[in-house]
């Protein structure tokens, strides 16, 4: 599932990213200096946070789909729990003591729930977009012998050999290395 969004939809989460930064610096935490990317292919984590812990940078990386079908509160604690990971504090812990204390003086600043992982209210219609689009299988193959069936939501070798007529390296279990696509 790959979900596009705008230039202006990235710059929103840019300049809300860089204002609870500032604000998180302001209340006296240490926040690494950041930069953003954002990822289309990602949908099942909605962000991720690299240390360069010598370089004493981070950069913070966003699923396209939380952008795009992600409520404020959902892209807040989001933003926030990636900017608790930003904190050289938290680092070699992932989501361990320190980082959970970290969130809960985060939590009590900005009313959020962030946790080590996305809270189940804030994040339901997103949950609901990605269930709809995974279930979908974009590629079903098939066996020209007996019939098989098999279905792919992702491009795979197998696929592109069938898609291209040159799956000869492939074998069903009926022996057949003839195969289709719908």
């Known amino acids: ?24 610096i302001e209340y006296g935490f240490t926040v690494y200096p950041i930069s ?3 990822n289309s292919r ?34 807040k604690e989001t933003l926030l729990h990636e900017l608790i ?16 204390e970290m969130a809960r003086r985060v939590n009590r600043i900005y009313g959020t729930k962030i946790g080590t992982y996305a809270s189940k209210e804030a994040y339901d219609s997103v949950r ?7 279930n979908r299988k ?14 792919y939501h992702k491009m795979s070798k197998f696929v592109k050999a069938v898609m291209r007529n040159v799956a000869k390296n492939y074998t069903c279990t009926c022996g057949s290395k003839e195969f289709y696509m719908d």
């Open 138 to 151: 974009t590629y079903v193959c098939h066996c020209a012998k007996c019939g098989a069936t098999w279905r």
């Open 42 to 75: 990602k949908y099942k984590v909605y962000g991720t946070c690299s240390c360069n812990y010598r370089m004493k940078t981070a950069t913070i990386e966003i699923s396209n789909i939380l952008v795009k079908e992600g409520s404020k509160e959902a892209i």
């Open 36 to 38: 953003v990317k954002f």
């Open 1 to 24: 599932m790959v979900t596009e969004i705008t230039n202006e939809q990235k710059q929103k989460i840019v300049d809300k990213l860089y204002h609870y930064r500032d604000e998180l």
């Open 128 to 134: 609901e977009v990605v269930k709809a689009n995974v």
């Open 85 to 100: 990971h930003a904190m050289p504090y938290c680092k070699m812990n992932h989501h361990g003591a320190k980082f959970q």
